[in-house]
Structure formats: C-alpha cells, structure tokens
C-alpha cells in the first residue's frame, strides 16, 4: 500500500534510559573495533525493519545501506538522529512507541554488556560466571520480577510458518493470557508474534494492564528475527547461549510451535539440560504444540528423538495436536507444581537458579567448518552430552542459513561436513530431509541450498 | 469445544461501585413494576452471554431462563450472586475481569437512570432537558474527560457481518489506533467488535495503556448485541434515541462499516442532524468504508440517500472502498478539523454541546403499528424531517427483527405497514429488497420473514 | 513579612470537576434567590482566605468585599476567575494546589445538594432519607472507600488553642500517621490542622502517599474555619447536623481536644448517639486528650456531663493526659475492636449504617431566640433527650458567637435566653463561666461578650 | 517516654531491591576482610539508630554491639533478619517503612561499589574516572531524573543546632517547598532534617506527591548523622570527597545553615570549585542564612574567608539573616538562572558535568597526623588551592571529633599538628575558638577538648 521509502528523524528516550555519560555517548559513536557503533547501527536497524520479510541479516544491511544513528547528548538527556531509517517503523512521520523502547533497549543492553565485560566474579567457577552475567544482564534490564507467582510462558517455533499455523499460535497465546500467563519469545514474527498478539487481546479482556511480552535476543539473529513492536520488555543477551539460558531460567513454562532447524536447536538445547541428572526432580512444563496438519513436524522430531537420545528423552516433554484450550489448561497445571516446588525447595519465582546447565551448553559455539567437523555425533556418549552436540550441530545449520558470518563461511569453504555414527547421521539425514520438504528450512524455499553435508563418521564407528 | 452449560458464582466490584446505600440493594432487588430487578436481570444476562451467536433477546432469556442475580451488602461491600450463568464468561471458574467490569456498569447506570428519573431540570426546554440527561449519565459513567484532544471514533456497522468483511473492519481499527484514536461503538460482535480488536493491537504497539473502547448501548439492543469483553467503558443508555445522542455528542469522527437496516438507521439519524441547518458549518468526519466486495452495500444505502433526501445529503459523507490506511489517513485530518473548530468556537472537547438535534430525533419512538403506519415518508417536507421519519421506519424494522416488544407485536398483529410517497416506498423497496438478497437483515437467514408490508401511501399522494 | 493585598487570577480545574452542564454553570451565575451564587461566592472566599485569623464570616466578608467570582466554558473545560482574592492563598502568583481543590470541591457540593434537594426517597422515612442524603453527599465526593480496614480518626478540638496544645495535636497526628491512621477535623485551623500537620509528616516516614486529611465544613462554619490547604479531602455539607452526621459515620475513631463550646457540641451529640440503647454494643473509640497544664477543660466537661446526664454517660470516652503515645496505643485498639464488630456483624468499613440516630439529633435546629427559649433543659427526660436538648442550647451559643445570622439576631434582640431545671442551668453556667475563664470563648478574648442569659426554667422545676 | 530496648526483626525488601545473585549474598555474609559484612552491619546500625541522640560511631557500636544482621534468601527474594535492633526504629513492632526502605539502599550502594571497585574507565584521566563513578553510582540509584527543571536545594548546617535555628531551617523548607523545590541534604537531624520537614508540609499543600528528600551520605559518617526517615532517597558514597561531589553535581541551588566545622569544610570545598576560573560563568546559588541571633555564625565564617581567601570569595555567596520568604525568593531566581545556563550551554538539567573539580578535591584525604601536618596553609598560593588545603584542615578536625579511626588516632598519637603561615593560622585559630564559644564544636559541650593544635608554620613563612 505504501511504496518502500525511508524517513530521517530524531528520538529521546523516556524514562532514565537518556541519563547517560560522556564517556557512553564516545563509546557509541566510536567506530573503532572495540568501539560499539558498528554494533548498535546493526541492532538499530533490525529493531526498525521490524515490518519486513527479509530473514538475512546482509539482506537488510544492503537494503538499508543508506541508514545511520548518530547520538548526542542534549541538555535534558540523549538524542538518538536516525538518517535514512525504514518508514515502516513511522506513522505519520513518528516512530512507532514500541519500536522507540526496543532502540533504547538495544543501547541499554549493548552498554551494559560492554562495561561488564571484564566485570569481576571473584571466586566463580566459568559456569556460574557464565549463570552469573545472564543473571545480571536481566536484572539490569528490569526483566526480573520477585514476588510474583510463575507465570511466564516461553514460546518457541519457527518465524515463517504457515498461516493456520500462525492463527493457531495467536489462539493458544490468547487461552494463556485469559488465564493471566505472560508471554517470552524470540521476538521476531511467527511463532514468536503470534501468542504476543492473541495474549494482547486476552489481557485487555482481563484488564491485565501489565501484561508482559518478553523479547529475547541477540546481536547474530535479531536482523533475521526482527522483534515485533508488541514485544513490550526487549533484552538482547551478547551471544546465542546467553540467549538460551536466559529463556530457560527466566521461563517457568515451555511450549514449541512448529518451525525449524532452529526450534530443533532450541529443542535439543532442553533436551541437554533437562536429561542431567541434578535437573530430573523439577518440574518444567514443555509441550509441543500445532494445529490440526502440522503433526508431521513434531512426528519428525519426536522421531529424531528416540533414534539418538532414546526413550528416556520423551519423557519430557508433552505433544498436543490442535487443542489450544487444553495446552493452557496443562500450562496452568504445570505452573502449579513449578510454583509448589520453589516454594517448598525455596527457589526464587524470578530465577531458576537451581537448574543445571552444564557448562558445554553455555560456552559459545563458533560454527566453524573445523568445530562443525569435530562434533561428536554418536550414541556412545551420555544422552545429556549428545544432545549437547546436536544442539551445536543443529546452531550451526541456522547460522549457515541465516546468520551473517555463516553464510560467507560458506560462501567460501563450501557446505560444513557433519559426520557421526551411521544410526545418528541417518537420523539426522531423515529430520533435516523432513524440514526441506515441509518447507522449514527457509523463507525463499524455492532457492534452498543446504549448507551441510552428512557423513558416516569412521571416528564414531 | 466446551460443552454449554451453567455455573454459579460470586463477584465483588472493584472500585467503588460496591458503595451502595440499603436503599439502592434494596431497589436492584424489587421485583415489582416498579423495581429494577427484572431489567437488571435480563442486562446481567445479556452481558454474561457475549460469547453467544443468539442475537434475540427471547432466544437468550429461554435458553437461560434458569439465570438469576441476587445482590447482597457484605461488610466490606456489595456482592453479586449469579446463578446459573452462562459458563463462556468464565475462565477456569473465574468470571472475565471485563465482564465483571460490564455488570457492574450495567448496575450503576440503571440505578442512575432510576434515581434521576424525575431529576430536576427547572427551566430546561425539553430537548435541552433530555440532551442534560444524556450528558449527566455519561458523566456519572466517568465518559467524559476533558482536556483530551478529540480522538474518539465512532464505528457503526453490523454485528453479523461476512469474514472479510470483519476482517477490514479490524484492520482500520488498527490504522485509527496507530494514530492514536479510540475506538466508540455499539459494543457487539461484528464491525462493534473488529475495529476494537486492531486497536487493542496498536495501541499496544504504541505502549498506549489508556486506549478507550467504549460500548453503548440500551435494555432493548444489549441482549441481542452482548458487549464484548474488550469494551473497557460500558454505558448502559435508558433508550434508544438516548444512545444514538450519546454517540453524537461524544464521539468527534464516524466510520461506517457495512451493517443491515440497524446500520441504516444510524446513516438516517446522523443525515437528520447534519442537514440541519444550524450544523452546517461543524466540521464532522464521517466515513463509509468496506473491504473489497462490498461495495454494493454502500451503493444500496448511497441510492436510497439520494433517491429520498436529494444530492445535498451525500455531501455529508464519504465513502472509502477498501483502503485502511486512508480512511485512517482521512480521519486524522478530520479530527484536526473537528479540533480547530471546538478551538476556535470555544466548544468542550468532550461533549458536542453545538450539535444541534431536534427533539423529533431524540422523542423516545415507540415502534407500535400505529406509529408505524402513521410515519410520513414524502418528499414534501424538508430533507432532514423525512429523514428523521425514515430513521423512525428503519428503527420500527429492527425492533421487528430483534427486540423482543417487537417481535410480539408482529407476532400478534402481522408484518408492520408502512406507507408513503410512491418515489419514497419505491425507493425503501429496493433497499429492503437489496438487504435481504445481500444477507444482511438477520443473522439467519434462512429463515427470514419480512416484519413489514410497504404500501404507497394515498396520504402522502 | 507580606503586606496584605489581593490578586486577581484564572484557575482550571483537575480531574473532571471541569465537565459541568451549561445548566450547573447556570446556576453557579445565578444571583437570585435560588441561585448558588451567593453562597457559592462565601465559600469560595472563605477557602482563598485559609491564612487569615478573623474568625466572624461578617469579618471575612468585610474585608474582602470586593472579592469576586466567575465561572465559564471555556473549550477545554471550566474556568474560574477570582477577583480580588486573598493574596495569601498564592505562592508566585500561581493559587497554592491544596486551595485550587477546595473551591472546586465547594463548587462540587454545592450543584450535588442544589439538584438533589427535590431527591428522590421514596417510602424512606424522615431519618432514613437524611442518612440516605449524607451517604450520597459522600459517596458523591468520592469520600467512602470499602475494602479499606477502619483507620478514619475523627479529630474535633478548637480552631483557637494555645501554642502548647496545637503542638500536643501535633504529635498526636504524629503517633496516630505512624500508625497508618487517616485524620478527620472541621477542617479550620488549631486543633483542626495540628493532627493533620504530625500526621503528614508520620505518613511521609512510613510512605504512606495516600494519607487521607478529610475536612468535613458547611456554609455556615466554614468562614470562621477556613480549611487549610493540607486538607485533600474536603466535602461541604449543607448543614451543621449533616455535617455531624457525616462525622460519625463516616469516622472509626474519635479524639476530643481542647477547644470552646463548639467542641462541647459535638460532645454532647455524640453522647446523644451513644446513650441510645441501640447503640450500645457497638464499639465506639472516643478519648479526649491535652497536653499537661489543658486538664482543666475537660474537668469542667467531664464535671458537667456528670452533673446533667450522670455517671452512665463517662463510660462513653476516656480521658488521657499528655501522652500521644498512649491515646495512639489506645485508639489501635479501638480500631481492632471496631474492625471486629464491623466483620461480625456484616457491616461497612466505609460507612457506619448501624449508627442509630434520633431524628432530634438529626433535624436542623435554627437557633432562634424562641427556639432557644424553648429547649428543655431538665433532667426529668432521658440522658440521650437531655443531651440532644444541650446540644442544641451550645449549637446556638456558637451560632451566637461566630456565625453570620446568629450574631445579626444577638445584635438585633439581644442575648437569648436559656432556662431550665436548676440544677442544669447551674451546670450550664459553671461551664461557660469556666470557658470564658478559661479564655475558651473566642479568639479575641478581651471584647468577649456573652451572647446567652440564662434563666431557672419554671416551666422544668 | 519508652524504655529503651532491642528488637529482632525480619524484613524484605520492596521493590527489586531483593533480587540478589547468591554471589551477592555471599559477600554479604563475608565477614572476612575482603567482605562486606563488617561496613553493611554499621551502616544498617546507623540506620536503624536515627532517633538517637548519640553522635559517635564509637558510642552507637558500643551500646548496640548485640545487634546483628543476617541475609538469606528466601523462595521469593531477600530477607534481612535484624538481632537486636534499635526499639526506636518500629512501631508497634513493624520497622518504620522509610528505615526500611534506607536498609535496601545502604545494601544496594555497598554492593555497587563493591561491584565496581575495579570497573574499567579505559582512557579516562583520573578526575573524570571519578566524576565518572559519581555519576554511576548516583544513576544506580536512581537519582538522576532526566527532563526535571532544576529544582533541587541543597541544605548544608549543623546536624546539633539551636531550636530556634532547627525551627527556622523549617520555615525555609517550608518556602523552598512551597515553590516545588526538593531538598537533598546530609541526611542527619538538625540543619539536615528541619528544611525536609518543612518542605514535607509544603509539598502536601501543593499537592506534590512526588517530592523529593535526598539523602547523601557515606560509611564513615552516617552513624553520626543516622538518616532521618523522612530522607526517600538515600545514597551511601564510598567516601567524603564522593558525597560532596555528588552533593554540588546533582545540587541546583544551595543553602547553608548555621553549623560547625563539617559545615565549614563543606564551605570551603564549595569554594575551592567555584573560585576556578572555569567555573566563572556559572550561577551557581548558594545562600548562607540563618534566623535571628545566628549572625554571629556567618559573621566568623565571613571574616575567615575574607583573612584566607581575600574578597574575591565573597562574591560567590550571599547572606541573609532571618528571611525565610527572601532565601525562596532568591533561590527561584537562581535557579531560573541555572535552568537558562543549563539550556544556552546544552547541558544536563541532572547532573552538572560542566563544573570542573579539581583533582585535589576529589581525591580521598586520609587525615593521619602526617598529612595534617603536611597541608599548605599559606596565601601564597591561588586562592582556589588554599581553599582545598583548608577544607582538607577541616575535614581532618571533623574526623578527630565524631570519625571513629579519626577519634582513634587522636587517643593514640595526641591532637592533630595543624601550621602555616602566622595569619592563616590566626585566623584559624579565630575561627575555632568561636565555634567552641557559640557551642559548635561538638554536641557534648562541656567536655569538648580539640583534637589539633595550631602551630605557625616554618615552612610557609
């Protein structure tokens, strides 16, 4: 309706996100490599193409080449200009409210990442530093709130997905709002918007005024998964496994839409912490979900599952087919036991402190074609390790599609190569082959190429 | 999903609703002709209903004639009752905070309108006396706020109305709602609903939390128009001709959306007033708008406007096919209008006391067969009485097909008659005519019966 | 420190005081005789002149005779102009807040009683529908708050006390704020002010921002005590015995400080309200309380309830000297035992409906020269009677005293004339001859001169 | 009127003070040197003791050395639990809710700066690396708001002075808060509580729920001067020249009241500033007052300034004597003249980057008997550097007389050796000897015995 054009304007925070320093302002606008500017432009921009359909990050940095954000202090606080910025994030020359608070986010986060980044943790093994730092970032970010009963539902699922797909994640998202649950994404469209919209309508039924639509980030992804402006609490954590923990410490309950290689990551990220042994005695609602015609995906993984990690692994989550009212209703039930049992453990509601996460999920994973190659893909190996490695396995499927540096990776070297034993390199042949033609594996599936090659590894044999 | 049934329930009023003197409890509990209980019976019904398709008031009142409310002085407050309500108002045993909000408006402006019935109004002049009825309740509903640029848009439209169409209405709801509008409408299902539910969604986006949805509406419409949840303002007007005043009077643009003969009849009350001459130089923003395809509905009424009241009643509106984003364009420039000139005149912002209605349009009409018979539909008289009379005839056609007086009466009596002016019959023929193979004069169809019998009228000849 | 002067200024209202009828303004501007002019003219003077030491409305008046008081429409609402207004009411020549709320509460409650004074009450007796009439003159200005535990300390006292005991109330104020307790006066100055002053600074300590200073006044007092600006809840009654009324229903707790005849009044009304039979098993918290070197007021009250309605009526209050810490102590309990009955018995936090009280009691009494003469002042008659019949002959002293019309009939007829059984006239002048000894009688002392005689009654012995 | 004695308690936080990393608890609970134990237990001491009249850290610690305080957390965040505590800090056994709220903070600031101890501040110079953690610690805690017309005072003055001059340091709250200034003092009683109780009266007059009490304090002086509860806003700086740079950075206006020599000190440190020749150009109002019969006070500091520092350093002050309307007066005017400053020069309304504070004022000064000696009390010096030297004096008496470790080492090694030019010395001398004649020195006058001794210098002659 509106031919694509680009605004140049300038915006000032509300709220105390404008009391900055000087020394701020310098490391914002400092285009150094250590400096942050390269950094916020890229964030900024994805927070500002939020109405687009590009799911490459290069893609939109092309587009919007054109495109800076310069800031300056003035006397009553910060002011952000933005020069050739993405008119779909204006309405009638003013940028839309939310998508202001997600460009305040962003430098918030980016900051506060930058100035702790050799903050002290004296006496912390590298795990609980790891715990620690993601614990910070979400308090800083005002994310945390104690005193108030387990409530927040982490929704995950793919951010191109079918159209009764996307109506059915709106309906499941309005049953748990109707029953006051708040909502954590991704943040981008799909299976990210959609329970954010139908909880939207539920809150405003309820008259929940505060309603929380939690968007959680990071700089790799969030060009591809744009947060959408009803996310109303963005929190960009520095790296991918920062991101998934703080999903999973901050979630008290989990559902999965259809979607993707990422959701399968996402997937198999739980899977890893949830066969652990220290974690088997808390209760952690997880359910699959999808409406009528979507069976196959969660067929496919639950598939997948069983060939590699084995029975043991169903066990913890639930698959529902085409019910919203009963996924909400086994919510309810299951932030019941989760509030029981921090209750009577004394675990605080705003923090899953006691879960474990083993250091191998948390460190990063560079998908480099050598790490790629060297992943360990074999049965012979505790269920909980080899879903730590086809988590990393999987993130790095993503990042050759999506992400930035995977795809020039690629670009030049070539597809990564995967090999493993034969029965987990099958089942992985069979759930990637699946994702292709259910036209999971990208927006544009016509022109898909995979970023990946299968081997039987002679290692694993 | 759910099978039907009844739940029985207690609720307490937030606020200070609940500070009730004896006096009050004790007239909301009088089953007499004079008391108020049976009214307010059948409106806590209508609004426990709103999940229901039944759009007659009987069909409402006989499936759940086993409903009742009793109300109570608790020592903390007043507490109401219910008794084998319908269970769609709940949600896990708990009544929909909005519903609950809706009894307890319901409550309040029936006791007001009792108690004020014979309020003082020395030295008024009848119209002015009903017009400082209208306002003094809407006050009392807490509806007027001042200070607040003009920003309410009332949207008319049918409450059954095809999916496309409910569709687009949510759509311009959303534009309106980006900019900032609130959103005033007869608060039922269809085109009272959609806009409400896309500006839900954008004023989310614009972190608007005050976002105003107000419903009005009157004993005789609200059963077979059950407010939904979403409407944060309900007022209750003690008629018809009140709540059409009301909607006048606060609202400061006008968006039409496809309806039946109810919708009709707004579109012939607003052209009463407007060709007033006294209203002539009052900027007022009145918008016709529909998706694609449904421009023979506009085509219809647009026909019959110019067929009964001449070329100068077109100039009052505008019709805008299938483009959200410019109606909500025109509106925006609208309201500018409407705001300079309140500016300039001196006028309220929130209440158009310089609309001038005449007291034909605000005398309660009494939809009998006489009444009906005795309207005059000729040209010959002035543009804006004739349409003051066929605003009358359309009303006595709604009450035929839904309220409940009106049924009966065409039960016992047969089809109202309706005579007039060849031209002028002709013309409410073909619209009649063009509703009825549209779909649009009930909700089912199949089965519809004319409640009416036009008739050339050799008075008007 | 300033010389006295006046200015002339504008003021809009907050909140939607400003959404008035053309009507209401109507009659705001209207001088005749049933216009609310006048009256509104007086009050809203004697809210501008909260700083003043004159306590005669004739005083007042005089010197603000030039004063003058507009209202208007204006686009956005309702606007005041005062002319020639106390200085003392504007800091920077911008009216201090407090005061800007009281005139629009006067002009709040003087339109409420003018269009209710035809109210409907059908089949309400004559007491009843006065109690019905103070509830909704309350409820109206948004005084009764359910769901809140009892906490509204009714503070009566004088507006003229020494600077000992106006510190005294202050650190009453004190203990009572601390302990999350509200205050309630007439509102003026002294005693009036001082519990109000310790209580904001208690309430700021405990963060309690929503501490409620209630000023209960009428036409007739308010110009002689004019409320001072801590108020923020002041509500105008249209009478001295409504205003009482108000008092003790709307109060949990009661404190009686030193003060003159008018504070005798109020004892001896609420003495009338608890020797009632139906009103003994209710817990009603009254203590009166000084500082060291103030026992002596209420020896000669204590002396005089004794010696006219016997030792039955001192099981009503508790007398505590010099010890804020130990009257707060006490009033906590109180407050818990009259929570208890309020729970057990059903009744309202917000408004004490099981109160009986004697039409007597509440009935105007305009203090004539005849009516005076004609109370009977003999204990031949049941304590409660003889009390109302005493607080009607203390009601008229003040009258005489202090308020407009009273003075004009002293000045024109002379002093009036009370008589009755010997031993109640005896009492009678032992305690007025002790006021005046105890320069109780009014702020400048020196001219004092009695307004009453008093005669043995023949009609009584 | 209550007998002393202790009370163990537990409270939690509001607020989101309560969400703590175990890391954080641990440090805590570190009672080992490194820990934070040791400074949270004496400073929550000190906070809890405000009623007290002891100004000793030494005599606090002794007569609580029972008290204790424990954290732990609970399921649903932190909990102190108190042993011990002062009786004077609760009501009717709860913890006033100020005391409560000034706990969290001290929690929250040590923390801070624990945190931050090594925080990166690469390519700041050393001045700017401490304005830098100023600015910091003061955002953390929420002090700096944004968009705010400079409206805060700073009062300086005695915590232990006449009941005259507390009831005028009252009045001049009352005024400054009348005009909707805020007050940020030391946080002691005295000079330090009377401008915020009066403002307190002020601001609820104006309605102004928001008013601001800000409270800076640090470790080492904040059991001598207990923050008084009315302080909403406390910040504990690591040390003394952190909290005077927070004072005239976050500080509009500022106003001295009679004191002693820590009042002195903060004299001359204000003066050290703004004789800089950077700082010419900005306003900066600072008014010394006091009411009648305090003369004597300014008239010793004045005659000081004049022999140390010469005339120039009278322009930067004004004095007025007993004029509490004339210091609001002159305040507005200053500070309409800084907000035009702040608005030309483009700068901050919340914090005043632009004054410039020489590296000598800020950094920590240790008062051992060395580097008492080793000041520079010479006029053979600028102005603005002699100024530096004789705050540092100061600061080292204030320490010997209330500062534990300063009280110390007074009992160890003897009074302080202070020398210098003979007529800087004289001066001094003066100076001291006035404020042990007017009663300054400490509160316990009569066993007041100084902790220098003034010695003409051999080097500065």
């Known amino acids: 309706m509106m031919t694509e054009h680009y605004i140049t304007s300038s915006v000032t925070p509300l709220d105390n996100l404008d009391v900055l320093s000087p020394y701020e302002v310098a490391r914002l606008q400092d285009k150094s490599q250590s400096g942050l500017y390269s950094l916020f432009r890229q964030c900024a921009l994805a927070v500002l193409n939020c109405g687009s359909e590009l799911d490459s990050t290069r893609k939109v940095l092309d587009r919007f080449h054109a495109f800076d954000v310069q800031i300056s202090q003035k006397h009553r606080g910060v002011q952000l200009d933005l020069i050739n910025?993405?008119?779909?994030?204006?309405?009638?020359?003013?940028?839309?409210?939310?998508?202001?608070?997600?460009?305040?986010?962003?430098?918030?986060?980016?900051?506060?990442?930058?100035?702790?980044?050799?903050?002290?943790?004296?006496?912390?093994?590298?795990?609980?530093?790891?715990?620690?730092?993601?614990?910070?970032?979400?308090?800083?970010?005002?994310?945390?709130?104690?005193?108030?009963?387990?409530?927040?539902?982490?929704?995950?699922?793919?951010?191109?997905?079918?159209?009764?797909?996307?109506?059915?994640?709106?309906?499941?998202?309005?049953?748990?709002?109707?029953?006051?649950?708040?909502?954590?994404?991704?943040?981008?469209?799909?299976?990210?918007?959609?329970?954010?919209?139908?909880?939207?309508?539920?809150?405003?039924?309820?008259?929940?005024?505060?309603?929380?639509?939690?968007?959680?980030?990071?700089?790799?992804?969030?060009?591809?998964?744009?947060?959408?402006?009803?996310?109303?609490?963005?929190?960009?954590?520095?790296?991918?496994?920062?991101?998934?923990?703080?999903?999973?410490?901050?979630?008290?309950?989990?559902?999965?839409?259809?979607?993707?290689?990422?959701?399968?990551?996402?997937?198999?990220?739980?899977?890893?912490?949830?066969?652990?042994?220290?974690?088997?005695?808390?209760?952690?609602?997880?359910?699959?979900?999808?409406?009528?015609?979507?069976?196959?995906?969660?067929?496919t993984v639950d598939r997948f599952i069983r060939a590699t990690l084995g029975e043991r692994a169903t066990q913890c989550y639930r698959i529902i087919i085409d019910d919203a009212h009963g996924v909400a209703e086994a919510m309810r039930e299951g932030l019941d036991e989760v509030t029981e049992y921090r209750k009577a453990t004394g675990e605080a509601y705003h923090f899953n402190w006691q879960l474990h996460i083993p250091l191998a999920l948390q460190q990063t994973f560079e998908p480099t074609h050598e790490a790629m190659y060297g992943l360990c893909l074999s049965r012979n190996q505790p269920d909980h390790t080899l879903a730590a490695q086809l988590r990393r396995a999987l993130s790095g499927i993503v990042a050759g599609n999506v992400k930035e540096p995977g795809i020039r990776a690629i670009e030049t070297h070539g597809p990564f190569e995967l090999c493993g034993e034969a029965n987990v390199i099958e089942a992985l042949d069979q759930l990637l082959q699946a994702f292709v033609e259910q036209r999971r594996m990208k927006i544009n599936h016509e022109e898909y190429e995979p970023c990946f090659r299968l081997a039987t590894d002679s290692k694993a044999s």
């Open 85 to 299: 910025a993405p008119a779909t994030a204006f309405v009638d020359g003013e940028l839309i409210q939310g998508i202001h608070e997600h460009l305040f986010a962003v430098l918030r986060d980016l900051l506060y990442v930058a100035d702790k980044v050799e903050s002290c943790c004296d006496g912390l093994d590298a795990s609980s530093a790891i715990t620690n730092q993601v614990f910070n970032l979400l308090r800083h970010a005002n994310t945390l709130r104690p005193h108030v009963k387990p409530n927040m539902v982490v929704c995950w699922g793919g951010h191109s997905i079918a159209s009764a797909e996307y109506e059915y994640t709106k309906y499941v998202g309005y049953e748990l709002g109707l029953r006051g649950m708040n909502i954590c994404t991704g943040c981008g469209p799909g299976a990210m918007k959609g329970p954010m919209k139908g909880a939207t309508i539920a809150h405003s039924k309820q008259r929940i005024r505060d309603g929380r639509y939690v968007g959680v980030s990071e700089p790799g992804i969030i060009a591809a998964e744009s947060p959408n402006p009803i996310v109303n609490e963005l929190i960009i954590m520095p790296d991918i496994e920062r991101r998934l923990e703080a999903f999973v410490r901050l979630g008290h309950g989990f559902v999965v839409f259809p979607g993707g290689v990422g959701t399968a990551e996402e997937i198999f990220y739980i899977l890893g912490i949830l066969l652990q042994e220290q974690n088997r005695k808390q209760p952690f609602p997880l359910i699959f979900t999808g409406p009528a015609g979507s069976e196959a995906y969660f067929d």
